[in-house]
């Protein structure tokens, strides 16, 4: 399958495009072109797309950005979220080491749509290279005029700054992150008032993912209608970056039109199962997802076909599982991240997840009983819609699917008084 490459167009093995390259192949030809719009133009073109967000929730960025008071004065934020931190979950990590100003040209032209001056790149504390590389394409951006004070004579203002996170998983949650960048605990914050209207130290603030915005200049110069045919299937818009691990014999990340199907990321791209084994489950889009199985193989990797199936497009981090895996053990390990990564704010994740973990270990080494399966459900129940955020919801998806997916499994754990799988 052939794509068009959009955010991988620069990228080469083991190499970092920076400012001249990165003209040489058309950047900052879309801000050219947007400030030639007024912000209400690129933002309803934006819209136009059906842009969805990148960064796992998948809520479209147009609408999000009408909820922005962009034509009020005063001080207004944009924000964009690279505390990438999920397990399988490596996209935007690949983005930014092989194209950085393609993130930072996405932010002034979304800083301008929305008249936003100001803009911080939250980065997690490991991507260090990252960090260094978006500095760098600061740096060029403001000395060849795309950033400082009266961009190119559009009468716009605009400055990026980096902020390294001093890490959590929680801090990938935007209120959270928003707390973070403050200096204060990165806990959610009550919603609402929602960042659009109090955010970033009380001020209008929209926070997009790295991915998402880094696509803004391709619709600005490509046009909303030419980005929506991108796609595979009719409801999506645009590529889309799969980021494939666990049991395939090629684990890398791919730009592929948005829709592609399961099983061409893990056959075709992903070289099929390792060690010629069986394809048994997989997560689909990062960690937080509820598992597919073989029978899901033919689903297109989009946001409605995969809620249709029970799932979620999420980061599009495919992690693969082969036959000979367990799947108590695999959403035993899934869990205890997401148990020691809450925030401890709300009662349901921060003491859910880890009795949710007790079960779990305790049916893997045997000791599980009945009417334990009954108290994981009870669980799910607990703590499903009960959270200031989003993490917990996320957690139980594998626990969900689990026991949808693979009751028999659990039930033979308790029947046989051991793991099957590892006698």
Same mark, same amino acid.
């Given at each position: 399958?052939?794509?068009?490459?959009?955010?991988? +167009?620069?990228? @080469?093995?083991g190499?970092?495009?920076?400012?001249?390259?990165?003209?040489?192949?058309?950047?900052? =030809?879309?801000?050219? +072109?947007?400030?030639?719009m007024? !912000?209400a133009?690129?933002r309803?073109?934006?819209?136009?797309s @059906?842009?969805?967000?990148?960064g796992g929730?998948?809520?479209?960025?147009?609408?999000?950005?009408? &909820?922005?008071?962009a034509d009020? !004065?005063?001080e207004?934020?944009l924000?964009?979220?690279?505390?990438e %931190?999920?397990? *399988?979950?490596?996209?935007d990590r690949?983005l #930014?080491?092989?194209?950085?100003?393609?993130?930072?040209?996405? %932010?002034?032209?979304?800083?301008?749509?929305?008249?936003?001056?100001?803009?911080?790149?939250f980065?997690?504390y490991?991507?260090e290279?990252?960090?260094?590389?978006?500095e760098?394409?600061?740096?060029?951006?403001r $000395?060849?005029g795309?950033? /400082?004070?009266?961009i190119?004579?559009?009468?716009?203002?605009?400055e990026?700054?980096?902020?390294?996170?001093a890490?959590?998983?929680?801090?990938?949650? =935007?209120?959270?992150?928003l707390?973070a960048?403050e200096?204060r605990?990165?806990?959610?914050?009550?919603?609402?008032?929602f960042?659009?209207?109090?955010g970033?130290?009380?001020?209008?603030?929209?926070?997009?993912?790295v991915e998402?915005?880094?696509?803004?200049?391709?619709i600005?110069?490509?046009?909303?209608a030419w &980005?929506k045919?991108?796609?595979?299937?009719?409801?999506?818009?645009?590529?889309?970056?799969y980021?494939?691990s666990?049991?395939l014999? +090629?684990?890398?990340?791919? $730009?592929?039109?948005?829709?592609?199907?399961?099983?061409?990321?893990?056959e075709?791209?992903?070289?099929?199962?390792?060690?010629?084994?069986?394809?048994?489950?997989?997560?689909? *889009?990062?960690?937080?997802?509820?598992y597919?199985?073989?029978?899901?193989l033919?689903?297109?990797?989009?946001?409605?076909?995969? $809620?249709?199936?029970g799932s979620?497009l999420?980061?599009?981090?495919?992690?693969?599982?082969d036959?000979?895996?367990c799947?108590?053990?695999?959403?035993?390990?899934?869990?205890r991240? &997401?148990?020691?990564?809450?925030?401890?704010?709300?009662?349901p994740?921060?003491?859910?997840?880890?009795?949710?973990n007790?079960?779990?270990? +305790?049916?893997?080494?045997?000791d599980?009983? %009945?009417?334990?399966i009954?108290m994981?459900?009870?669980?799910?129940r607990?703590?499903? /819609?009960?959270?200031f955020?989003?993490?917990?919801?996320?957690a139980?998806?594998?626990?969900?699917s689990? #026991?949808?997916?693979?009751?028999e499994?659990?039930v033979?754990?308790?029947k046989r008084?051991?793991c099957? &799988?590892?006698?």
């Amino acid at each position: 399958m052939k794509s068009d490459q959009l955010l991988f +167009k620069n990228r @080469r093995p083991g190499e970092t495009t920076f400012l001249k390259g990165y003209l040489e192949t058309g950047g900052y =030809e879309g801000l050219k +072109k947007a400030f030639t719009m007024d !912000p209400a133009q690129v933002r309803e073109i934006v819209k136009a797309s @059906r842009l969805r967000g990148r960064g796992g929730a998948g809520f479209p960025t147009g609408m999000k950005w009408s &909820f922005f008071p962009a034509d009020k !004065p005063g001080e207004k934020y944009l924000v964009c979220n690279a505390d990438e %931190m999920e397990p *399988g979950t490596y996209k935007d990590r690949e983005l #930014l080491l092989a194209d950085p100003h393609q993130l930072v040209e996405g %932010m002034i032209i979304s800083a301008y749509a929305l008249q936003a001056p100001t803009g911080y790149i939250f980065i997690r504390y490991a991507y260090e290279r990252c960090a260094r590389n978006l500095e760098r394409a600061i740096i060029e951006a403001r $000395e060849a005029g795309f950033l /400082g004070k009266n961009i190119r004579g559009s009468g716009f203002s605009c400055e990026l700054f980096v902020h390294r996170s001093a890490g959590r998983y929680i801090c990938g949650e =935007e209120t959270a992150l928003l707390n973070a960048l403050e200096g204060r605990r990165a806990n959610p914050r009550s919603k609402p008032p929602f960042p659009a209207v109090r955010g970033l130290f009380d001020k209008p603030t929209t926070v997009n993912n790295v991915e998402t915005l880094a696509s803004i200049q391709h619709i600005i110069t490509g046009g909303a209608a030419w &980005f929506k045919d991108l796609a595979a299937t009719v409801e999506g818009a645009g590529t889309k970056l799969y980021g494939l691990s666990g049991h395939l014999e +090629k684990t890398e990340c791919h $730009e592929l039109p948005i829709g592609v199907p399961l099983r061409t990321l893990v056959e075709e791209f992903g070289g099929g199962v390792w060690k010629g084994r069986r394809f048994k489950a997989c997560l689909p *889009g990062g960690a937080s997802t509820p598992y597919l199985t073989a029978e899901h193989l033919d689903v297109s990797m989009d946001f409605e076909p995969l $809620e249709k199936v029970g799932s979620r497009l999420g980061t599009a981090g495919v992690t693969v599982f082969d036959d000979t895996t367990c799947m108590v053990e695999a959403t035993l390990n899934l869990n205890r991240f &997401f148990a020691r990564e809450s925030c401890g704010w709300c009662t349901p994740c921060r003491d859910g997840l880890p009795f949710v973990n007790w079960i779990l270990e +305790k049916i893997e080494r045997g000791d599980g009983v %009945m009417e334990d399966i009954d108290m994981l459900r009870d669980q799910l129940r607990n703590i499903t /819609g009960t959270t200031f955020c989003a993490l917990a919801q996320g957690a139980v998806g594998p626990i969900e699917s689990l #026991l949808r997916l693979f009751e028999e499994e659990v039930v033979d754990h308790i029947k046989r008084g051991r793991c099957p &799988f590892n006698p």
